[in-house]
């Protein structure tokens, strides 16, 4: 077992081969083998013209490096054996091209290499050993905000110099990645423009902005103007631009302008977004206006978040009370208003609930919007109460003043059945409670449960936070009817009553 053969180029013994520590010390001739090392290395010579001395120990593994984005972490191995020794170091087990010493450093790491794994593959002529992987682990900065702060100093970096306003410890949070961390308190002071519109927090770099205790505790407050509630002197709570991140806040008495560009200056009082990629989560935005579109939120992701009382002004041609063109998982809008989509407009909403909204005119839950398991009950339209121009799938259209108004429903409860479709259901869909529509979930014998389409079923959770699909079959609605036993799951599954009179 030589070390290579091709050629002959290297006659070295592997570490494996029965020719070490196999000869006949009384017939070891000199000192040293053919390579000048000693000629008996261990108890016994080794067979043939070279000794094997090439035994590889690591003495230090790689060791574990937490850094800041932009820095650089630096990995090194300890080794021992028959020099000469080689390095070769790997990234999740890929050679680096030229990392060929002892040391390897990666300069300016960013967020994304947060979990890399670097490990180094040490050999010699006679033997080869890969070391541990060593991970790198890439932190967040962390900046501090408390409205009481006594000793406010940049940049922020704890709870005793923490900032007494937001947008300060933005500021400072320069990296992509960072997190501001936020106490409880109503921030209500400061504007920062953004497109020539005064926001009251813009969050214009990829960082999170995350309350400590949620949003009964911690509020961003705009201004309204008395009187118009928008116009040139207001501020919006909040603007985000696509990576933020904003999460557990109330955001409040935001609105607009009424004049320049109508998306920019004219929409989303309560924040506005650049795209999708900015996201809103579990947050309540509650009281804010818009002159045009998006009274609440314009654009962006809003996961878990509740959306009240917001509005756009109903003699205005815009719409999308609640939101107007963003994704909503999980949400509940109630009592919103606008002229055209009292709830959302150009919209796409999974596993939410649109209850008491209302458009003067058309789309009183949505308009134009896509819906997936979503329930939708009590709102008003002169045209389409619940629904205006939709495409909704999965989903309860009931109890509206007029239920729906072009579009397509697809594996839908509503009335009347659209024509062509064979799909829907007409029954009540039977919830716990329509009594102020406190309790939209599903009672045992709605005939809702287990004849949705499974592949339009959004995400992985209800609007409880339940599993999505708890049968064979995805529920219609945002609520999954929540099983007590398996007896009942097996009722349900074939079609039969689970309240005891399948008995």
Same mark, same amino acid.
């Given at each position: 077992?030589?070390?290579?053969?091709?050629?002959?180029?290297?006659?070295?013994?592997?570490?494996?081969?029965?020719?070490?520590?196999?000869?006949?010390?009384?017939?070891?001739?000199?000192?040293?083998?053919?390579? =000048?090392?000693?000629?008996?290395?261990?108890?016994?010579?080794?067979?043939?013209?070279?000794?094997?001395?090439?035994?590889?120990?690591?003495?230090?593994?790689?060791?574990?490096?937490?850094?800041?984005?932009?820095?650089?972490?630096?990995?090194?191995?300890?080794?021992?054996?028959?020099?000469?020794?080689?390095?070769?170091?790997?990234?999740?087990?890929?050679?680096?091209?030229?990392?060929?010493?002892?040391?390897?450093?990666?300069?300016?790491?960013?967020?994304?290499?947060?979990?890399?794994?670097?490990?180094?593959?040490?050999?010699?002529?006679?033997?080869?050993?890969?070391?541990?992987?060593?991970?790198?682990?890439?932190?967040?900065?962390?900046?501090?905000?408390?409205?009481?702060?006594?000793?406010?100093?940049?940049?922020?970096?704890?709870?005793?110099?923490?900032?007494?306003?937001?947008?300060?410890?933005?500021?400072?949070?320069?990296?992509?990645?960072?997190?501001?961390?936020?106490?409880?308190?109503?921030?209500?002071?400061?504007?920062?423009?953004?497109?020539?519109?005064?926001?009251?927090?813009?969050?214009?770099?990829?960082?999170?902005?995350?309350?400590?205790?949620?949003?009964?505790?911690?509020?961003?407050?705009?201004?309204?103007?008395?009187?118009?509630?928008?116009?040139?002197?207001?501020?919006?709570?909040?603007?985000?631009?696509? =990576?933020?991140?904003?999460?557990?806040?109330?955001?409040?008495?935001?609105?607009?302008?009424?004049?320049?560009?109508?998306?920019?200056?004219?929409?989303?009082?309560?924040?506005?977004?650049?795209?999708?990629?900015?996201?809103?989560?579990?947050?309540?935005?509650?009281?804010?206006?818009?002159?045009?579109?998006?009274?609440?939120?314009?654009?962006?992701?809003?996961?878990?978040?509740?959306?009240?009382?917001?509005?756009?002004?109903?003699?205005?041609?815009?719409?999308?009370?609640?939101?107007?063109?963003?994704?909503?998982?999980?949400?509940?809008?109630?009592?919103?208003?606008?002229?055209?989509?009292?709830?959302?407009?150009?919209?796409?909403?999974?596993?939410?609930?649109?209850?008491?909204?209302?458009?003067?005119?058309?789309?009183?839950?949505?308009?134009?919007?896509?819906?997936?398991?979503?329930?939708?009950?009590?709102?008003?339209?002169?045209?389409?109460?619940?629904?205006?121009?939709?495409?909704?799938?999965?989903?309860?259209?009931?109890?509206?003043?007029?239920?729906?108004?072009?579009?397509?429903?697809?594996?839908?409860?509503?009335?009347?059945?659209?024509?062509?479709?064979?799909?829907?259901?007409?029954?009540?869909?039977?919830?716990?409670?329509?009594?102020?529509?406190?309790?939209?979930?599903?009672?045992?014998?709605?005939?809702?449960?287990?004849?949705?389409?499974?592949?339009?079923?959004?995400?992985?959770?209800?609007?409880?936070?339940?599993?999505?699909?708890?049968?064979?079959?995805?529920?219609?609605?945002?609520?999954?009817?929540?099983?007590?036993?398996?007896?009942?799951?097996?009722?349900?599954?074939?079609?039969?009553?689970?309240?005891?009179?399948?008995?």
């Amino acid at each position: 077992m030589f070390a290579d053969t091709n050629g002959w180029s290297a006659l070295q013994l592997q570490a494996g081969s029965p020719c070490i520590n196999a000869g006949n010390n009384a017939y070891a001739p000199g000192t040293t083998d053919l390579d =000048g090392y000693p000629r008996i290395w261990g108890a016994t010579v080794d067979i043939g013209a070279y000794e094997y001395h090439g035994a590889i120990a690591i003495t230090t593994q790689p060791a574990d490096r937490q850094v800041l984005p932009s820095q650089t972490a630096t990995f090194s191995v300890t080794a021992t054996g028959t020099p000469p020794l080689s390095y070769q170091w790997q990234r999740n087990g890929a050679p680096i091209p030229g990392a060929t010493v002892s040391t390897y450093s990666v300069s300016n790491v960013q967020l994304s290499d947060t979990g890399t794994r670097f490990s180094c593959l040490v050999s010699n002529p006679y033997d080869l050993l890969l070391s541990s992987n060593a991970t790198l682990s890439v932190l967040s900065p962390v900046y501090y905000v408390a409205l009481t702060s006594t000793n406010p100093m940049p940049p922020y970096t704890s709870w005793a110099t923490a900032a007494t306003n937001i947008q300060d410890a933005l500021g400072a949070a320069i990296l992509p990645g960072s997190l501001v961390l936020v106490s409880n308190g109503v921030y209500q002071a400061g504007a920062t423009a953004v497109y020539g519109m005064s926001n009251r927090v813009a969050v214009t770099r990829a960082v999170t902005v995350k309350s400590v205790n949620g949003s009964s505790v911690t509020t961003i407050v705009g201004s309204q103007v008395p009187g118009t509630t928008n116009g040139p002197s207001a501020v919006r709570c909040v603007y985000l631009t696509n =990576g933020a991140v904003l999460s557990g806040f109330t955001l409040t008495n935001g609105a607009t302008q009424t004049s320049g560009d109508l998306r920019r200056n004219e929409s989303g009082g309560g924040v506005w977004c650049e795209s999708v990629a900015a996201v809103l989560t579990n947050c309540l935005l509650v009281g804010n206006s818009a002159r045009y579109y998006g009274g609440a939120a314009y654009q962006g992701t809003l996961n878990n978040c509740r959306l009240i009382a917001n509005s756009v002004p109903y003699n205005d041609g815009g719409g999308g009370g609640g939101v107007y063109s963003g994704t909503l998982n999980n949400c509940v809008l109630t009592s919103n208003s606008a002229r055209y989509g009292g709830g959302t407009h150009s919209g796409t909403l999974n596993n939410c609930a649109l209850i008491g909204n209302l458009a003067s005119w058309s789309g009183g839950g949505a308009q134009s919007s896509i819906l997936l398991n979503c329930t939708v009950v009590g709102n008003s339209a002169i045209f389409g109460g619940g629904s205006y121009s939709g495409s909704l799938t999965n989903c309860i259209v009931y109890y509206n003043n007029g239920n729906y108004t072009g579009g397509t429903l697809d594996y839908s409860c509503t009335t009347p059945l659209p024509s062509g479709n064979t799909n829907n259901l007409a029954g009540e869909p039977r919830f716990l409670n329509t009594n102020g529509w406190t309790d939209l979930r599903l009672q045992s014998n709605s005939t809702c449960i287990n004849v949705g389409n499974n592949a339009y079923a959004p995400g992985l959770t209800d609007l409880d936070g339940n599993a999505r699909i708890n049968s064979s079959r995805v529920d219609i609605g945002a609520y999954e009817f929540q099983f007590l036993d398996p007896f009942h799951a097996w009722l349900a599954q074939y079609g039969l009553p689970t309240d005891g009179s399948a008995d």
